[in-house]
């Protein structure tokens, strides 16, 4: 069993990055439950795995409001920011020096500070044996979108 440097869990021969494609692969088929909570999921990884090469850069990252959009107001929510930050992406949408304007502006700023690393609810909890299965992902998900906003906003690094 290893321990992932970046956000604590505990698994065994697989790493957070295997378990990530894997959950990407179930993702981009946009079918329930995987595709409808892809946003959630990628935020949730590259807040708990801040150095991955594909991790957005800076605190403008519309993954925070999406995060913060989905836990008050679930899917229904979760649609309209995801929508809105299509939008803001969209070239005819940018704002002056080409910078996307943020999706969701009612979510609470950011925490400037350190990515946590005492995590509570990683990817290999929402894996459950490896094959992400349906049967109570998007419970898992909440979980670990709840805990990813805790672990942020928590005073200790």
């Known amino acids: 069993m ?22 990407l692969a179930l993702d981009h088929s946009r079918r329930p439950p995987w595709g409808p909570l892809h946003a959630v999921a990628v935020t949730c990884f590259f807040l708990q795995h801040p150095a991955h ?38 070239r005819g949408h940018r704002g002056r020096g080409g910078a996307a304007r943020p999706p969701f502006d009612s979510s ?11 995590l509570k609810v ?3 909890d929402v894996a459950a044996d490896g094959s992400f299965p349906a ?4 419970q898992r998900v909440r979980r670990w979108a709840e805990d990813t906003v805790a672990m942020w906003t928590s005073c200790a690094p």
């Open 2 to 23: 290893t321990g992932c440097p970046q956000c604590g869990a505990r698994t065994e021969a697989v790493t957070c990055e295997e378990l990530f494609e894997r959950l």
């Open 53 to 90: 090469p594909l991790a957005p850069l800076g605190r403008n990252d519309p993954g925070w409001a999406i995060l913060h959009a989905y836990l008050a107001g679930g899917q229904q929510a979760l649609d309209a920011v995801t929508d809105a930050a299509r939008r803001s992406n969209s």
């Open 108 to 118: 609470p700023p950011m925490p400037d500070r350190p990515a946590p690393r005492a």
């Open 122 to 124: 990683t990817i290999a």
């Open 135 to 138: 049967p109570g992902y998007e």
